[in-house]
């Protein structure tokens, strides 16, 4: 009987829990309304169309290059210039502009190089890198094991 009771009083405070649970929070609660602003205005005409007009652009007759320190303008009216160097592992790329105005580019295949040296005109020389023979390494290995071998059995006597 004891038991029942508990059973009864657990059952009526569970209730009333969810009761008031479905009462403040649940499907009997119905927020206020709340009004949604955008932030976008409405204008009552079109926008101006924007035309925009196709130029031909030519091929400049002369180039002026003015540069106060480094190079004189007589020369550079004269002779070609670099405009830039693309270095990769196997090519050699050299931009330059002719004094009438062309621009040209130059390809150089690039073997394994110590030294590059580019003229004033674009041309390049390569210096090829100094490879040391395979047979003097294997002397230096060799030498180096047989003088360890060698300074081992002098130091374990």
Wanted: aromatic share 10%.
């Amino acid at each position: 009987m004891k038991q029942g009771v508990t059973y009864f009083v657990m059952g009526v405070l569970a209730s009333g829990l969810l009761l008031y649970l479905f009462w403040t929070e649940g499907c009997l609660y119905s927020p206020a309304p709340t009004l949604i602003q955008t932030d976008t205005i409405y204008v009552d005409r079109s926008y101006k169309e924007i035309v925009i007009k196709e130029v031909e652009v030519e091929k400049p007759v002369k180039i002026y290059i003015y540069k106060t320190d480094t190079v004189y303008r007589e020369s550079i009216e004269k002779d070609t210039l670099i405009t830039s160097v693309e270095l990769t592992p196997k090519l050699a790329k050299i931009h330059t502009i002719t004094p009438e105005g062309l621009p040209l580019i130059a390809e150089y295949p690039l073997p394994e190089y110590g030294d590059i040296r580019i003229d004033h005109e674009g041309n390049m020389e390569v210096k090829r890198k100094r490879r040391r023979r395979k047979f003097w390494r294997r002397i230096e290995r060799v030498g180096i094991f047989v003088g360890g071998i060698v300074l081992g059995r002098k130091l374990s006597n």
